[in-house]
């Protein structure tokens, strides 16, 4: 066993995060699709050769952990014995992906030089296109072979030499092969800036002091987690809720989950929530197990870098063929079930804790894109974003205003100019959406309005599935308003509609309204002066600041 010094210890593991951050900064500026270079829509995550999670850098909240099941699939499925130093393997199987078939994971082996295996390094990132039966997001698939060419495992670099083949495949199967192409050689470079540093760190501290540093690493991950879970208040609550729909029917989704803080255990099981459906709001279980990791580590190790030891304790409990268990052909394109089920979580936790955790935020996040032709290029475009919301009030201080939904609270919205430079799409207003905010002793943040015009036909696509219920509030506190996409407004063709794919020509309008967060309190007891700062402020109205905090002088 190697003697291991405190300092030697946070030294190597300060150098392992740093590699992880390297392959993140190398994604974001040679990526070609703003969802990864702007949004941030990918994870990254380094392994040792037992595929424990080691260190993994900023990326999506939503990715938190999810690379550990696809690459214990991956590898699984093409065999150790059939990797090879410079070898990178493709994967984006829904079900061993724990993602939908666009969020493409590529892996490699690390080999010391003519030695033995070192580890592995994982990237995931969106892809824009993969020949799906649609063009952008898939929101009525029935079937996972409408959703995009599969890769189960599939080698796009064999012993450093780029498979063409496999290259070529993903182009002809691409309506954006440029974006495509150019994100998977993004994703490479990623890899082999994670393998050059890891290298070094070996060869700098040698392979016994860096292993001895994982077991450290990994451990003290587990023995403050299990003391942070211990912490916590013990028991089961169970919490339920409905999708909107699953883009086939207008049938609202049953989902049910309880939680179980016990025994050195934390277990998430969602008996009791619908069977999968027909469209694509099923989950593959590795996606739904992700979730749970962001819940627990939320609770237990927020302010710590991941490792295998920080979700140690989790036990996630999923039935197959259920709709946060897919099973093949199930359709898993529209994972916005996952986002909808982080509230869900949080709202049985909020039970047995409400002192501790917020109120809902949003209940979603109100998603959309523009597909098209640019008048400019002639080339076909998608682009999209994630609108913010309101975050919850807390026992101790009002939700922000229109910030990302807690799921992907490490993304970004895209920005107006790449979104008018991009498509066809002319934002006439975006500002706060006043009384949006549910009221509260401590009130919920407030959501958003936007205001788009097309200046170029095309199709616009809204990805919401949470408008039909509102988000849920705590302690006497009021819920907020919902999320709400009105198309065509102002025109006898207005409607209000959810996720729908809407066909659009020059001077149509679509108004975005995205949902505040719940109130936490007794609006009334709410300090005054903070009403009245509010309504200066444009997040409540006066007429609210009367009628439900109680202020006349607002």
Known sequence: MTDLDGATAEVV??????AAEEMRATLIRTSFNPVIYEVHDFGLSLYDADLRLVAEATGLTFFLGANDFSLAKGVEYVGRENL?????VLLNYPYWNA???YDATL??????PGGPLLGFLCVRAHWMDLGAKDPGYVLDSTD???EGILFPGTKVVSRGEPVREIHELIRFNSRMPDEVMGDLHAQIAALRTGERRLLEIVEKFGRPTVEATIERMIADGAARTSAALAALPQGSWTAE????DDGITDEPIQMKVTVTIADGTFTVDFAGSSPAVAGPVNMPYGATEAICKVILKSLTSADQPSNAGTVAPLVVKAEPGTLFHAVYPQPTFTLWTGIVA??????ALAQGMPDRLPASSGGDVPGFMMVG???DTGALFAVSNNEPVGWGGTAHHDGMNAATHVSGSTGRITPIEVLEARTGMFFERMEIRTDSGGAGRFRGGAGLRRDIRFVTPGEFLSVIKKTKARPWALSGGLSPESNRVVIFPGTEREQSVSTKRTAVAVGDRITLLTAGGGGHGDPRERDPDLVREDVAEGYVSAEQAREVYGVEDA
Do not use: N, T
């Open 144 to 146: 996972v072979h409408q």
């Open 99 to 101: 993602a939908h078939a």
């Open 373 to 375: 032709v640019h008048p």
């Open 107 to 112: 892996f490699a082996p690390v080999f010391e």
């Open 84 to 88: 090879h130093p410079g070898d990178v």
């Open 342 to 347: 982080v509230e869900l979580i949080l709202k």
């Open 241 to 244: 809720d409905v999708l909107d």
């Open 13 to 18: 593991r300060s150098y392992l995060l740093a």
